[in-house]
């Protein structure tokens, strides 16, 4: 990856001259199986520009309570767009047609306007959870039926598409809009892309600027996520199986609480009993082990490209130690 950056062809990508962004761009759209595809900074920038770009003050988004967009963006889409999220509690990440179809409001004028509605793929907070493709479909009818767009935050598609034996393209038909991310488990250093219909990538393209998101010499960058989506992403499948160890292997731990069936990709959720997280973290830190906090008792791994089975090892032998 860095030889690949290193050697990367670069140009003026606020002039639209960056070969290698022309090309990730490109290479991202047709991954997804859309019109076209944009390149931007981080994910929290591309969820922010897909609610900037199909939204207008006042208007209403429905997402998921435990979403990344509600929970972990700074509330940028009422600072940066003027919207309303509208939470609702789901299952596990999931939320039925039925509850969107509830969620819908009525178009009196003292009521907010419905016109997004955004799911996750996979789940973060839920745990790395996979959606279910077909009711993901059976929501895609209600808020086409209502009217309303439809954005997926596929931060984490790529093992999404791993876990379920589906395409990206076929997780992503159903949407408007899919932001991915490249820094997560694909391991590039930065980056993130949203993909959708010509006209809406061109809208967002002017509000990245506005945004400050306008880059020069990228190529750099792009030339990591290309080699990421190349080279990486079938290894997403030893991370699923490394996860899936390190729950296995905490579930003989005393004072920790785990479902070893709820992991379903490279995210370990689990809660820790006699401890506080933060104090069972500190700990895990001291002892070389790094998670994070996710609630009181509630703890978050994530394996990566940089682990190993013995890192795996190493780390439950240090829970062991520390957890009891
Ligand atoms: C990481 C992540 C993002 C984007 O985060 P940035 O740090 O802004 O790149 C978006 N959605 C989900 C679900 C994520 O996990």
């Not at 600072?79 to 596990?92: A, F, K, Y």
């Not at 793929?121 to 209600?142: F, H, M, R, W, Y």
């Not at 003989?252 to 506080?276: L, R």
């Not at 008792?297 to 032998?317: P, S, W």
């Amino acid at each position: 990856m860095r030889q690949a950056m290193a050697s990367a062809e670069v140009g003026d990508d606020v002039f639209g001259e960056d070969p290698t962004v022309l090309r990730l761009q490109e290479r991202v759209a047709d991954l997804l199986g859309k019109e076209a595809a944009l390149f931007v900074p981080s994910g929290s920038m591309a969820n922010q520009l897909a609610v900037r770009v199909q939204t207008q003050p006042g208007d209403e988004v429905i997402c998921e309570a435990a979403c990344h967009i509600v929970n972990y963006e700074s509330a940028a889409a009422p600072v940066l767009s003027g919207v309303q999220l509208l939470p609702i509690h789901g299952d596990r990440g999931r939320l039925s047609p039925e509850q969107v179809s509830a969620a819908v409001r009525h178009a009196y004028y003292w009521e907010p306007q419905s016109r997004l509605v955004c799911l996750e793929n996979t789940a973060n907070k839920a745990g790395g959870t996979v959606l279910d493709q077909d009711e993901v479909v059976a929501v895609g009818e209600v808020v086409r039926s209502r009217g309303l767009a439809f954005h997926l935050d596929g931060a984490r598609l790529w093992n999404a598409a791993v876990a379920s034996g589906l395409s990206e393209k076929e997780l992503a038909a159903p949407f408007d809009t899919v932001s991915v991310c490249l820094s997560k488990g694909l391991g590039a250093p930065i980056g993130s892309l949203l993909a959708g219909p010509a006209e809406v990538v061109t809208k967002a393209h002017r509000w990245r600027k506005v945004l400050g998101g306008g880059m020069r010499q990228v190529g750099i960058l792009a030339a990591a996520g290309l080699h990421a989506l190349e080279h990486h992403r079938s290894d997403l499948a030893a991370d699923h199986a490394r996860a899936r160890r390190l729950a296995s292997g905490l579930a003989s731990c005393g004072s920790v609480t785990i479902d070893p069936d709820s992991v379903e990709t490279n995210i370990v959720m689990f809660d820790v009993e006699g401890f506080t997280a933060l104090e069972a973290l500190e700990r895990l830190r001291e002892a070389g082990v790094l998670m994070v906090p996710f609630g009181p008792q509630r703890i978050r791994a994530t394996t990566h490209r940089d682990l190993g089975d013995a890192d795996i090892e190493a780390a439950l032998a240090a829970c062991g130690r520390v957890l009891g």
